[in-house]
């Protein structure tokens, strides 16, 4: 109930770890550290898959195109034995992790005192992991109701005051976790009906913090939320508190890191984006090229068939939420288009889908298929799919794609799902809602391209609207979310917390335009960021610290259109030259000629070079001319 | 309470110490304390006692915990436990 369910088993998890530790190079000891942190573990393993990795990382650099953050652990009580969990959980994402922890019981000297240690240790994140007995203390238990909430609304206000502190005073991004509410029920049933019972402050406290936490820019991790659901005497345990001052029971431990770790991850946008699901026996009950449309087990009067539809609805809720969904079956495609048409009982609709793999060809094929199509990257995918065997294929194939275990039943699909935390979020924007149509759309833009003879022809038939307007306070969170999950085109992968996009966006120095494209098929939404400052010796240039797109609108002059744009804020402010910065990384070789083709020239040292190093462009504007291109600016 | 089963008990106890010491050599007896092994600190013991409680499928209590003289004593324990 608290184990990490969705992770493969390993047959001997303990031996295999000894065996790392004496493999001959560190890179070697942390490539086993990452892929046997995606196995099922306990609090042990997790703790010496945490020390192979962290003396192997003593050693050797994470591997290319990780992201590394600092984060600062403070808390009321003992928090030594969660850190190594938070640290594997992190390399499972793709993160490495490096954690302080500030003296327990000292949240708010750490915070607020004169000589903090983490004025030093300049974390990107604080995550605030407060116990019960650190926040409320007792009312007497007849205070009314006006006096219960006054309390809540104390112990809410310190709280915000240190996460403005902590952010205004470190630049950190705040993550509060919620109480875990440890504290025994005094009346059982009655207990909500009186306001000063010592478990209703807490539950309140909860609320009122998941509320405040929302509108203050706050993460949220929900501790006695997940607790909750799984049943709060799985996660405490008050032999383990009164021995160490151990908030959470060992058990509960690994589970624990992963909630934390994938909340920090969302931040960093290492989420999930897009569930791949397999049909026969996952979307419904038996194989449709046997059984036949009307043979499949699917929908009411059935308890199997109600099982494979909560998949479906769930499926279908993840998609309203922003996450891509895409079909990879080995079936015939025909007959599983009908399926979608005609079957009565089919919730998942087919437009909700935005790339389906129906064939007979091998699912890892199908899936690197899947990722072209969509412009996703592998990593940012999960594979559903009820075939151990496929699973197990697909695991050795692409271990960059999630592949849950599943249980046996059907009717446990859905949760698993959700306990695996793959789509965990920060942020639940406007675009977000409509992404699935905007990747419908975008297959028929490739459909309409594939028939097109002539590309001029097919660009001026989109009627493309560029819209480059400065960003307002509402399009933050949007442009946050780019910023960290753009991999491909990404002139240099530089990430940033909302707090620092807020912050460049309100320095009159700094330039920052979001890109928002709309075509005859609809609305692109939010799909190029710049951002650029005065260089720092020459101050009437232009430096372009970032440049990133959405793969989705590749090939079609928006790159072009973007510079205009830029070229004209830069003429504005009376700028000469425009300095282009290009930082190779795994990822991103789609753009190593981005400067060149538009007409900037080499400038830096290392310029023109093969790899590795940053090289340098420059464009000196009065020998600038607009490029053409078949879109319409609004600036 | 036999022999082997005790000797079982003591071979798994020391499986669980080389993993949390990270010392595939360790061997322990009965007359081990926590002085005799580098690095048996409080947080380790903790580590110790809470891999055996689920290798064993059992649980301490509050008081069982502080009163152990050394790994014979925690067999002990183990043993007596595991008979209920």
Known sequence: MIELDWLPRHPGLAAAITAARTLPTAAERLDAAIRLSGFGRDALATTRLDRLAQEALAETPPPAGWQR?????????????????????????????????????????????PASPLA????????????????????????????????????????VTLWRAARQRFGATVIQQTILNTRLPLFGSYEAAVPAAPAALVER??????????????????????????????????????????VLSPAAIPLYGDLAARVIAAACGLSRKCLVLDLDNTLWGGVVGDDGIEGIVLGQGSAVGEAYLAVQRYAASLAERGVVLALCSKNDAEIVERVFKSHPEMHLKRDAIAAAAVNWADKA????????????????????????????????????????????????????????????????????????????????????????????????????????????NGDLARLTQLINKSNQFNLTTRRYTAEEVERAVNDPEVVVRGFRLVDKF?????????????????????????????????????????????????????????????????????????????????????????????????????????????????? | MTTTAHDQILAEL????????????????????????????????????????????IRFRTSEVEGLKNVGDFVGLVAAKRQH
């Open chain 1, 365 to 472: 094929t199908n899936l690197r298929c899947l990722a072209k199509t969509l412009d996703l990257g592998l990593d940012s995918f999960v594979f559903v799919d009820d075939n151990p065997a496929e699973r197990d294929i697909v695991r050795r194939e692409l271990p960059m794609v999630a592949v849950p275990e599943l249980p046996d039943d059907v009717a446990h699909y859905a949760a698993t799902l959700a306990a695996a935390g793959y789509f965990e979020s920060v942020a639940f924007t406007a675009e977000d809602s409509t992404r699935s149509r905007q990747y419908t759309q975008n297959a028929q833009r490739k459909e309409l391209l594939a028939t097109a003879t002539d590309m001029e022809g097919f660009l001026k038939s989109l009627d493309m609207q560029l819209d480059a307007r400065p960003p307002a």
């Open chain 1, 205 to 246: 406290l909860n609320r009122r913090m998941a509320q405040s936490a929302a509108t203050e820019g706050v993460l949220l991790v929900d501790l006695d939320g997940a607790a909750a659901g799984s049943g709060r005497a799985h996660w405490h345990d008050p032999v383990r508190w009164h021995q160490a001052k151990q």
């Open chain 1, 522 to 635: 609809g609305d692109n939404g939010l799909i190029a960021v710049i951002i650029a400052r005065p260089h720092e010796q020459e101050r009437a240039a232009l430096v372009v610290d970032t440049w990133l797109m959405s793969c989705r609108v590749l090939g079609r002059g928006v790159e072009a259109a973007c510079l205009c744009v830029l070229a004209h804020e830069a003429a504005r402010r009376g700028a000469k030259a425009l300095i282009g910065e290009y930082r190779p990384t795994p990822r991103n070789g789609m753009v190593r000629d981005h400067y060149p083709r538009l007409g900037f020239t080499p400038a830096g040292p290392s310029a023109g070079k093969g790899g590795g190093e940053a090289s340098y462009w420059r464009l000196d504007l009065q020998h600038f001319t607009e490029p053409e291109c078949h879109i319409r600016i609004s600036e």
């Open chain 2, 14 to 57: 020391q499986e669980i110490c080389r993993e949390v010491f990270e010392n595939p050599e360790l061997t322990i007896s009965e007359s081990t304390t926590a002085e005799d092994v580098p690095h048996w600190d409080s947080l380790n013991h903790l580590n110790v006692v809470a891999a055996a409680e689920q290798r064993f499928g």
């Open chain 1, 69 to 113: 953050r600092r984060l600062a652990v403070l808390g009321s009580s003992t928090l030594e034995t969660v850190i190594p969990a938070l640290r594997v959980a992190a390399l499972e994402r793709r993160l490495v992790l490096e954690v302080t922890a500030a003296p327990y019981g000292q949240v708010r000297q750490a915070i607020l005192g």
């Open chain 1, 120 to 159: 030093d240790a300049k974390p990107d994140f604080i995550l605030l992991a407060m116990d019960e007995g650190a926040v409320l203390p007792p009312l007497p238990l007849a205070a009314n109701q006006e006096e219960a909430d006054a309390a809540v609304e104390a112990e809410l206000n310190g709280l």
